[in-house]
């Protein structure tokens, strides 16, 4: 297995003139071995003090085929939520898949049961499809996860949920818990893994406090004693992107004391042993992709100045969120990287040396008017040729970035001493195959 390293110092505008020249900007940089790093990183924080702890890397988050080979390679499972994420996982190789998700098709659902994939339950409709198996397989060994509703409010009844929502949607709420509990049970159905997911807006600590408490009063209440994974979701803090400010941010030992703290004071815990699993994502693969997009021009339109670039910002933010993204530019008449690494809110500390600064909007190549991907920056001023860098791509950008005017761009990664491509630039030929013409 080779063992890769890469060192962002070594990039400037020669390097990516060259890889522009080569495969094309704009285009995403991956460096396996921070993946690597991350994911071990957030392990050990928990096999410190516990050692049965897996992960399921999250594959909504980025599920480059490159990125999660090095997943399945340390060991790590497939966290899945759709058919087509269970394919890939199964393309892939990974033998152990934990499949989580609201709509489970009919087909998928018995596909990935007779697989051997750890099946977390979302609903009642789940809970028939399970039971109407059974019916017509009494002789197989059925087992099953499920995952339960936890209400995560703040002293004032205030949602941490994502969306700010007061009741989030997924998993069996408590008043039919008990009931499908029961129904599983009837029909011989080991229940074998409790998931307590909850989605949230602010990643605090806290929010594993309660969804651990949560789960061990569940496993308690309910004497889930054939319990063999205590899966407390994703939805962590962890890998930033350089220049961004951490202060007050959440370590991986802080999510695993959290846990841990709970967990080991529960006498139910401490008896069953069951195998922790987290599911992370954003939060080991963040910082481990970047963006580089090339400028065309310089326009001014009343007041204000545009630095028009071949990328878009769907490439760099596809929420369409409002904070500027930490970055850097690369010119191509000095060579000198001027940063803007230290964010502070939405504002920039403009690290330059250079007098020739201005203020500016950042914008893409669509011809979209919110395409702004970065507002009010000071910057160098800049030319034609020059790169942008953004930092901290890595989440969700590949997997919701639209194929919306421009070709897929390529993803390039470094393999024994060689930039190589883990994903190739999108011809018109690949989107005609789709497609009846």
Do not use: W
């Given at each position: 297995m080779p063992q890769w390293k890469i060192s962002m110092e070594q990039i400037n505008h020669k390097v990516l003139?060259?890889?522009?020249?080569?495969?094309?900007?704009?285009?995403?940089?991956m460096d396996p071995e921070k993946y690597r790093s991350n994911i071990n990183g957030f392990l050990s924080a928990f096999k410190k003090r516990y050692e049965k702890v897996v992960a399921g890397y999250s594959f909504k988050t980025n599920y480059v085929p490159a990125l999660c080979q090095i997943a399945r390679q340390e060991g790590v499972w497939a966290e899945v939520v759709s058919e087509m994420e269970y394919e890939l996982a199964r393309k892939i190789g990974f033998e152990k898949v934990i499949f989580n998700g609201p709509i489970k098709r009919p087909a998928i659902f018995k596909k990935a049961l007779e697989s051997g994939a750890v099946i977390n339950l979302d609903s009642e409709y789940e809970v028939d499809m399970i039971c109407q198996y059974k019916l017509e397989h009494p002789e197989k060994e059925l087992k099953v996860g499920m995952r339960i509703n936890i209400n995560l409010t703040d002293e004032n009844g205030n949602s941490t949920?994502?969306?700010?929502?007061r009741f989030g949607r997924f998993g069996f709420p408590s008043e039919i818990l008990g009931r499908n509990i029961e129904r599983l049970r009837e029909a011989g159905v080991k229940i074998i893994s409790l998931h307590g997911h909850t989605s949230t807006s602010d990643?605090?600590?806290?929010?594993?406090?309660?969804?651990?408490?949560?789960?061990?009063?569940?496993c308690e209440k309910y004497e889930l004693?054939?319990?063999?994974?205590?899966?407390?979701?994703?939805?962590?803090?962890?890998?930033a992107p350089e220049g961004m400010d951490l202060t007050g941010r959440p370590k991986y030992e802080d999510y695993a004391n959290c846990v841990l703290d709970e967990a080991l004071a529960s006498e139910w815990f401490v008896k069953q042993q069951p195998t922790i699993v987290i599911e992370p994502g954003s939060s080991v693969v963040s910082n481990v992709f970047t963006y580089y997009t090339k400028v065309y021009q310089n326009k001014r339109v009343g007041k204000v100045n545009f630095v028009m670039v071949d990328g878009t910002v769907f490439d760099v933010k596809p929420t369409m969120h409002s904070n500027n993204l930490p970055h850097r530019v690369y010119r191509a008449k000095d060579e000198v990287k001027v940063d803007r690494l230290k964010v502070e809110g939405d504002s920039l500390e403009v690290k330059a040396e250079e007098a020739d600064t201005y203020n500016c909007d950042v914008v893409?190549?669509?011809?979209?008017?919110k395409d702004v991907m970065l507002k009010e920056v000071t910057m160098p001023r800049m030319e034609a040729g020059d790169f942008i860098q953004f930092n901290g791509v890595g989440a969700y950008?590949?997997?919701?970035?639209?194929?919306?005017?421009?070709?897929l761009e390529p993803i390039l990664m470094p393999e024994d001493g060689e930039w190589v491509e883990a994903r190739r630039r999108q011809t018109v030929e690949d989107i005609i195959g789709v497609y009846k013409v």
């Open positions: 003139k060259e890889l522009d020249e080569k495969f094309g900007a704009p285009f995403y940089i949920i994502q969306c700010r929502l990643r605090a600590v806290l929010n594993y406090k309660i969804i651990t408490q949560h789960m061990l009063a569940t004693n054939d319990l063999e994974l205590f899966d407390i979701g994703g939805g962590y803090f962890g890998a893409g190549s669509t011809c979209m008017e950008t590949i997997c919701l970035t639209p194929t919306f005017i421009n070709f």
